[in-house]
């Protein structure tokens, strides 16, 4: 039952919730500095196409659903870039080193089992001057929220697909290697819950 859920229909619900127009506002925010060759980690159903500025001229994808993946179908068929799929785990990428001028990441960070990992290829297949853009939610500023985050990890992790609620995301990204840019660390747009402190920003390959 617990893959079937996390195959079938996690995938449908995670883009239904994130593809409101506050949220798309970010997801604009977080490409608006993309151009030349771009990996996006956890395509998904391609909510970031439409918010990609016409320098992007190369998109590729990894993306572990397949169920996530034809989803996309309808919106990568609206947008002239093609969008290869190129990997199913963030945590090994097949691109050789300095590959991409950028790589984007949105909503994905919570689910990949190991995001150190993860961001050590960011940095490896990132060419230098390259830019790893994100929007994430994880930990909360507050001990109260940050508590019940992590009181709530266990359970969100078998019905959300393995997402984790309490993730230092700057922390994460500045341990890679990567030079951390300015971050906007806030409640995302709605109620103030567990599952809504954002964080968007970008860091540097050195």
């Not at 970010?26 to 196409?49: D, H, I, M």
């Not at 068929?77 to 969008?83: E, F, G, I, T």
């Not at 409640?187 to 567990?194: E, N, Q």
Request: net charge positive.
């Amino acid at each position: 039952m617990t893959g079937w859920w996390e195959k079938r229909v996690v995938p449908g619900l995670v883009d239904r919730a994130l593809k409101g127009r506050e949220i798309g506002e970010l997801r604009a925010e977080a490409c608006a500095g993309l151009s030349g060759t771009v990996l996006e980690l956890g395509f998904g159903g391609g909510l970031n196409l439409r918010h990609l500025p016409s320098a992007v001229t190369r998109m590729d994808a990894v993306e572990p659903s397949d169920r996530g993946w034809a989803l996309s179908e309808r919106r990568r068929a609206r947008h002239d870039l093609p969008v290869h799929r190129v990997g199913l785990d963030g945590q090994r990428l097949a691109a050789a080193d300095a590959t991409y001028d950028h790589v984007l990441c949105t909503f994905t960070l919570c689910t990949i089992p190991d995001p150190a990992l993860a961001l050590e290829e960011v940095r490896r297949v990132l060419r230098p001057g390259g830019s790893f853009a994100f929007l994430e939610h994880g930990l909360a500023p507050t001990a109260g929220m940050a508590r019940w985050q992590r009181r709530l990890d266990p359970l969100q992790r078998r019905v959300a697909g393995g997402c984790h609620l309490s993730r230092d995301v700057p922390a994460l990204v500045a341990g890679s290697g990567l030079a951390l840019g300015p971050v906007r660390a806030e409640f995302l747009p709605g109620p103030h819950t567990p599952w809504t402190y954002g964080y968007l920003g970008s860091a540097t390959a050195r």
